[in-house]
Structure formats: structure tokens, C-alpha cells
């Protein structure tokens, strides 16, 4: 095949991707905002104005819309505090004990606010195209009744005023962090709710994470002279504010300075002020500037913070190699909030980590630049999609930039298999397919969203093929950026790129607690069995030593695939034969095949990357 064709044949194959995997009638909303920001920094206070433009692009006309006001959890009697108060494992940052250390008495810090320490955002003026609309509030949601329907293809524009206050409970959001950084800014404005093909996305925040629909943010933060501010997008005006340029002239008014950021086609904007704050850049071979932002707490501290600086910039190539190109211009590292948290362009993280931890929470969170910013996945229903696939992105580049010279390990996620054996094993475990918010635990939800959810991703690989899944994320990228995502769209782009069908595993892995457990039964010099001992059927590799020393891999697909992966290239099947069998379906539990000599050793699963939750009887050696 000449060079012409081969590149005909290329352009044919990544169009019927694209035709056969983009759903048809796919459409989304869009939001504009603009924001102008006055801080009372000695009150924990400011006051807002925001022009927001929506485009209704859902084929039927809106008469309410909605917003969230996340600062209201931050109150006594809220959601959020009730849920502290009852769930059995709650989050240890948002409770303290009443009672003594042998008889601890767990309460909500929410529950002790007062006043002047509750999060609050109070709506004073909210018009719609400039004409008067009415509102109320319930919770963390606002629903507005419009005096007439947003049209299909039009776009409204809402004018509102609000005042705030920052809640003195670090949760994401807050103030005086225990690291110390004075205003943690994440969830901080009212945010227009999700609307798609499955209606309202209307969540009370009690903490989990979130959907919403992208648009472009333009931004101003007056706020003290002698903050500085890190957040989204790119700022404007270097030259004017404390802390990213040597030349800087800082002209304030009134003691203030103005802060103009412009985020182009993001879902969330986050920002975190401290007058403490230093600020350090560099950039990706691709182009990309990251900034840190962040308190420097000492020689290792600071330290720590440079080679995390270094890293990140790695990361993004890595990741832009294997995930998609990075399309922004910035992604600025933040000190702030209580652990980690992604936001457009943007992540609060807390700081005063070893290095391991510190690059290791920034691996995370700037992973979800891809899995939840770059695809606007609905953390709320799909928890795992976004969790899930982030932990698996962030582990590969971990692996990838510290184990260099000895390479990616043959299942890269281990530990997340390891986590997920303790939670299928335990009485916690639920369907993966619960809504966020509902788990029982903390522990259950934990599991399931980060380490089951990247266990589904790296056993995909074990699937389909290696190679196959690395396809499917370009695909993927390619396909769905910018966009809103379902689980069964990733999918269909891996069934596409495969030839597979996966219907069986998506199914049986996210909306059951079904285990995965086969077990070699009987080994004799002509036959090998193995057993099916649950009630999850999967495809297997075995790989046979035999007693003359040679080795043969033997693959037996599923007959629910309706087709085979492609060998693999890994370096224990190097020099190895492989023998596809006949295709075993899962109504016969056992599965005999012939072997030619004698064998010393049957190994199910060489990779380790079946998520068998028994794996001691895998093998078996004369």
C-alpha cells in the first residue's frame, strides 16, 4: 500500500470513529460569565456583580433556571451538616470531639458557627434580559421563574448582585486554612446548575464534587495590595499586582488592587489570596506555563516546591502524549483548601508536604485537567469516571517519571487493586453506579470512586489490549474535549477501536458488586481446567511452563466479546508462543484445554491485571 492510501485508509477509519461514537443530537448549554469582586479581607466578606449570558441549545424553552450557592452548606442545620452528623466514617477535617479520647463524641464544627464564622451567599438583585425575576432559596439551590422562556437557540442575560461571606470551616472552600492561607476561593460564586438530556442536575452540596456547563470567565478581584492571588485562567495585568512580575508598578486605590483573569471554555473557576503568597513559573515543552503559588514554610518546604514545579512540567508533556495535547495556555498550582481539589485551569492543594505526597496530590488534581475539565463528566452521577480515570492517568505518570530506568510496571495500579480486594471483601462495598452522594461511607465511596474506578480502567487494558486502550483515550480526547461524557460514550470508543463488545463488563463491573474469582482445578500432562468459582466471566490469559523449560500463553476469550485482543508486548511473553482458544461463555462454569507436554506450572494471569479477589489459586506448580 503506498504512502496516499495509507493515509486515505487513516482518514477513513478516524471518520467512522467519529460518526459511529459521537452520539447523534448530542447538544449542550453554554455560560458566559463575567465578575467583578470587591473583598472586605478583615471581615471575610465581599460583594459580587455578574453579567452571565446562558445560550439555551436544548431544543425546548427553559421558564426556570437554577443556581448553586455552595457557601450556604457552611451553616447550622444545613445538609452537609446533617450528613457529618449521621453518616458512621465522618470527614475527621469537619468534626471534633466533645467527649474524651476513650469515649470519643463526634460533631459537626458546622454545627458551632456563629454569625460571623457561617458561609452564606445572599442574591440582592437578579434581572433577566433586564427585567425583574423571582427567586428562592433553599439551601445550597436558588430557582429563578423567568417572565418568559428562554427560546431554543437564545441567549439570556442575567445581571445579578450578591453578597458573601467566606465560611470559617475549611471545606475546599473557607478561610484561614491550618496552613495558614487567608482566603480559600472554590465554589465561591453563584453557579448557573447543569441542564442536559437528563434535566436539572439540582445536588444539595454536602461535600462531594460537581457538573456544569463550559463557558469563558472574565474575572476582576479587588482585594488589598498586599495580597496575592493565584486562580484560573490567565491573568491581564502582571504589571499591576504583587508577585508575578520583577517590573511590576502596583498603583492601588484606597489600599486596593484590581486582579483581571480570562479563562476561555472552562466549567469552574477557583482563586486562593494571601499576602504571604510567592510565586514561581515555568513552562512545558509544549508551551504551557504552570505557576505555584504558595506560602514558603522553609530551605525544604521551598525546596520541595521547585522540584514539584519541575515535575508538573513533565507531567503535562507525559500526559499530552498519552491523554491529548493540554488546550490551555496556564494551569496554576494554589496552596489552599484542606487537601486537593480540581477546578478550570486551576487546582488548591495543601502544601506542606514531603515531596512524594506534594507531587503526588499535584499528579491528581492536574489529571483532572483532563478527566472532569477537559471532559465535563458529572462527578455527581459518575463519580468513578472522573475519580477513577484521573487515579489511573496520575499513577501512569508517577510511574513514568520516577521509574525511568526501570520501566512502567506490568499493572501500574496495583495498589488500587489492592484497596479494591479490602472493599469487595468487606461488607461496604455498593454498586458503583450510586450516586455520589448516597454511599453509606466515606471509606465506601472513596474506594469505589478512586481505586475501583482506575481498577476498571487498567483491567479494560487487559481486555481489550494494551495498545488498544492507549488508542482509545486519543480517541476519546479527540472526540469528546470540551464536551459532557457519559460512561457509556468512553465505551463505545473503546468497542470502536477494539472491535469488542464490552456491554458485559461495563454492566456487570459499575452496576453490581459481582467479584471476579477463577481458579486452576486439575492440571494432568494432557489437560489443563480451570474453574469459574463466581459469577463475573472473563476473558483469561494462562501462561504454561512446561517441564522441558519452554513457556506457551494461552488466551481464551469470552464469547460475550465477540472477538479476541491482539497479543500484547510485554517483556515476560518475549520469546513466547501464544495460542488462542476457543472462546469460553459464562453459563459453563469449568474449561478444559489440551497442552502438548508435560507442565511444571500454570499461571492465570501473568500481568496481574484481572481484578481476581482470590488470586491464590491462580497458579499451580508440580
Known amino acids: 500500500?503506498?504512502?496516499?492510501?495509507?493515509?486515505?485508509?487513516?482518514?477513513?477509519?478516524?471518520?467512522?470513529?467519529?460518526?459511529?461514537?459521537?452520539?447523534?443530537?448530542?447538544?449542550?448549554?453554554?455560560?458566559?460569565?463575567?465578575?467583578?469582586?470587591d473583598v472586605d479581607e478583615k471581615a471575610y466578606q465581599y460583594t459580587g456583580k455578574m453579567t452571565l449570558k446562558y445560550t439555551n441549545n436544548s431544543g425546548r424553552p427553559l421558564s426556570k433556571v437554577y443556581f448553586h450557592l455552595y457557601f450556604n452548606a457552611f451553616q447550622p442545620g444545613s445538609m452537609m451538616d446533617y450528613r457529618l452528623a449521621h453518616i458512621a466514617d465522618p470527614d475527621k477535617r469537619m468534626i471534633v470531639n466533645t467527649g474524651t479520647e476513650e469515649k470519643p463524641v463526634w460533631i459537626s464544627k458546622i454545627a458551632s458557627l456563629t454569625p460571623e464564622q457561617i458561609g452564606y451567599q445572599k442574591i440582592e438583585i437578579l434581572t433577566y434580559n433586564g427585567l425583574n425575576t423571582s427567586f428562592k432559596v433553599d439551601g445550597t439551590l436558588m430557582e429563578v421563574t423567568l417572565p418568559h422562556p428562554i427560546g431554543d437557540g437564545d441567549e439570556a442575560v442575567f445581571e445579578m448582585t450578591w453578597r458573601a461571606q467566606v465560611p470559617e470551616q475549611i471545606r475546599r472552600s473557607g478561610r484561614n486554612s491550618q496552613e495558614g492561607v487567608a482566603l480559600s476561593m472554590a465554589q465561591w460564586y453563584p453557579k448557573m446548575a447543569h441542564f442536559d438530556e437528563f434535566g436539572w442536575h439540582l445536588d444539595e452540596y454536602i461535600a462531594r464534587e460537581f457538573i456544569a456547563p463550559f463557558g469563558d470567565f472574565d474575572v476582576t478581584i479587588n482585594i488589598h495590595k498586599d495580597y496575592v492571588i493565584g486562580a484560573s485562567g490567565v491573568l491581564q495585568n502582571p504589571q499591576a499586582v504583587k508577585g508575578y512580575d520583577k517590573r511590576a508598578k502596583v498603583q492601588a486605590t484606597n489600599n486596593k488592587v484590581s486582579w483581571h483573569y480570562i479563562a476561555k471554555n472552562i466549567h469552574d473557576f477557583a482563586w486562593a489570596a494571601d499576602p504571604k503568597f510567592v510565586v514561581d513559573s515555568a513552562k512545558?515543552?509544549?508551551?504551557?506555563?504552570?505557576?505555584?503559588?504558595?506560602?514558603?514554610?522553609?530551605?525544604?518546604?521551598?525546596?520541595?516546591?521547585?522540584?514539584?514545579?519541575?515535575?508538573?512540567?513533565?507531567?503535562?508533556?507525559?500526559?499530552?502524549?498519552?491523554?491529548?495535547?493540554?488546550?490551555?495556555?496556564?494551569?496554576?498550582?494554589?496552596?489552599?483548601?484542606?487537601?486537593?481539589?480540581?477546578?478550570?485551569?486551576?487546582?488548591?492543594?495543601?502544601?506542606?508536604?514531603?515531596?512524594?505526597?506534594?507531587?503526588?496530590?499535584?499528579?491528581?488534581?492536574?489529571?483532572?485537567?483532563?478527566?472532569?475539565?477537559?471532559?465535563?463528566?458529572?462527578?455527581?452521577?459518575?463519580?468513578?469516571?472522573?475519580?477513577?480515570?484521573?487515579?489511573?492517568?496520575?499513577?501512569?505518570?508517577?510511574?513514568?517519571?520516577?521509574?525511568?530506568?526501570?520501566?512502567?510496571?506490568?499493572?501500574?495500579?496495583?495498589?488500587?487493586?489492592?484497596?479494591?480486594?479490602?472493599?469487595?471483601?468487606?461488607?461496604?462495598?455498593?454498586?458503583?453506579?450510586?450516586?455520589?452522594?448516597?454511599?453509606?461511607?466515606?471509606?465506601?465511596?472513596?474506594?469505589?470512586?478512586?481505586n475501583k474506578g482506575a481498577v476498571l480502567v487498567e483491567q479494560l487494558g487487559y481486555i481489550i489490549g494494551r495498545e488498544n486502550l492507549e488508542q482509545t483515550f486519543l480517541t476519546f480526547y479527540d472526540l469528546w474535549k470540551f464536551k459532557h461524557p457519559t460512561p457509556n460514550d468512553f465505551k463505545r470508543v473503546a468497542e470502536e477501536v477494539s472491535g469488542i463488545n464490552l456491554k458485559w463488563y461495563f454492566n456487570l463491573f459499575i452496576n453490581t458488586t459481582r467479584k471476579i474469582d477463577y481458579a486452576v482445578t486439575d492440571v494432568t500432562d494432557s489437560a489443563i481446567t480451570i474453574t469459574n468459582k463466581s459469577n463475573f466471566p472473563m476473558p483469561l490469559d494462562v501462561l504454561v511452563e512446561y517441564a522441558d523449560g519452554s513457556k506457551e500463553l494461552f488466551y481464551i476469550p469470552l464469547r460475550e466479546m465477540r472477538g479476541e485482543k491482539p497479543a500484547e508486548n510485554y517483556t515476560l511473553y518475549e520469546g513466547v508462543k501464544r495460542t488462542t482458544l476457543e472462546d469460553w461463555f459464562w453459563t459453563k462454569p469449568t474449561y478444559t484445554f489440551p497442552v502438548r507436554k508435560k507442565v511444571s506450572r500454570v499461571q492465570l494471569d501473568p500481568t496481574q491485571r484481572l481484578a481476581d479477589v482470590e488470586s491464590g489459586n491462580n497458579a499451580y506448580e508440580r
Open 1 to 37: 500500500m503506498n504512502r496516499y492510501f495509507f493515509l486515505l485508509f487513516i482518514a477513513i477509519v478516524i471518520t467512522t470513529l467519529r460518526v459511529s461514537a459521537q452520539r447523534k443530537g448530542y447538544w449542550q448549554q453554554k455560560v458566559d460569565y463575567k465578575m467583578y469582586i
Open 284 to 450: 512545558t515543552e509544549r508551551g504551557v506555563s504552570i505557576y505555584t503559588v504558595f506560602i514558603p514554610l522553609g530551605k525544604e518546604n521551598t525546596s520541595n516546591w521547585k522540584q514539584a514545579l519541575g515535575l508538573a512540567t513533565e507531567f503535562f508533556d507525559f500526559c499530552a502524549t498519552r491523554f491529548g495535547p493540554y488546550p490551555w495556555p496556564t494551569y496554576t498550582i494554589v496552596q489552599g483548601g484542606d487537601g486537593g481539589m480540581e477546578y478550570g485551569t486551576a487546582t488548591l492543594v495543601t502544601g506542606n508536604r514531603n515531596i512524594r505526597s506534594l507531587v503526588g496530590v499535584i499528579f491528581h488534581e492536574a489529571a483532572h485537567s483532563w478527566y472532569q475539565q477537559l471532559f465535563g463528566i458529572n462527578e455527581t452521577v459518575d463519580e468513578w469516571f472522573d475519580e477513577g480515570f484521573t487515579s489511573y492517568v496520575a499513577e501512569l505518570g508517577m510511574q513514568h517519571l520516577f521509574h525511568k530506568k526501570g520501566g512502567v510496571a506490568t499493572n501500574p495500579t496495583i495498589d488500587a487493586y489492592r484497596a479494591y480486594y479490602k472493599l469487595a471483601l468487606s461488607d461496604k462495598e455498593e454498586p458503583m453506579s450510586l450516586l455520589a452522594d448516597y454511599y453509606h461511607t466515606n471509606y465506601g465511596y472513596s474506594n469505589e470512586a478512586y
